[in-house]
Each structure stands twice: as structure tokens, then as C-alpha cells.
């Protein structure tokens, strides 16, 4: 992952390229380290905001599901949010495997940084 043209790169764990504004070289790990943390950071975040709008959203399937019973909204209102709900959910699914892969990256970096 690339944070910034003075960055280093991270990859599988490894940093390679230097670090012009630090001078530090490749095969230290501690940036990689806090760059992955700062993903998950952003990941678990993302997470919070996601649940907290599928909540919303399940709600509003629930109070959909009332209206279309009663003929109030039409079926093809229902199903448009129900897509929406759908949607919502499978963005979560997302966030949740990101989080995962971030989890793992980090924690390979980390090992590979204590075995030196």
C-alpha cells in the first residue's frame, strides 16, 4: 500500500523503497507496522459507521414490510428497499473481510519483524 510519495511501500509485510524525509532503509518494519494500523483503523471505523446504518436500514425493511401489508407503499417501493437493505448488508460483509486481511497483514509484519 502506497500512503504518500515519501512513504515506503508496504508489501506482504515488507517495506522496500526508502524513506527520503526519515533515511531510514528497507527492512524496517515499524513503518509498515503503523501504516497497517492506521488501515485497520480506518477499516474499524468504516465498520462502526456500516453497522450503525444497517441497523437504520433494518429498521426501515421492518417498518416497509407493515406498509406494503397495508398497501400503503407499492411492492416494487418494497423491493427497491429491500435491495437497499441487501446492499447495506453486503457492504458490511466487505468491511468485515477487509478488516480481516488488514488483521492478518498486520500481523504477519509483526512476526516477521520479531523473528529479525
Known sequence: MRTGSSQAICVGG?????LPHTGKVPGDISPCSHQQREVLGTVQNKSSLLDSNLKIMRKFSERDSILLDKKVISPAEFERNQLNYLNSMGSMENTRGEQGTVRL??????????RK
Open 105 to 114: 497483514e498486520l500481523q504477519k509484519t509483526v512476526s516477521v519483524h520479531y
Open 14 to 18: 515488507r517495506q522496500t523503497g526508502h
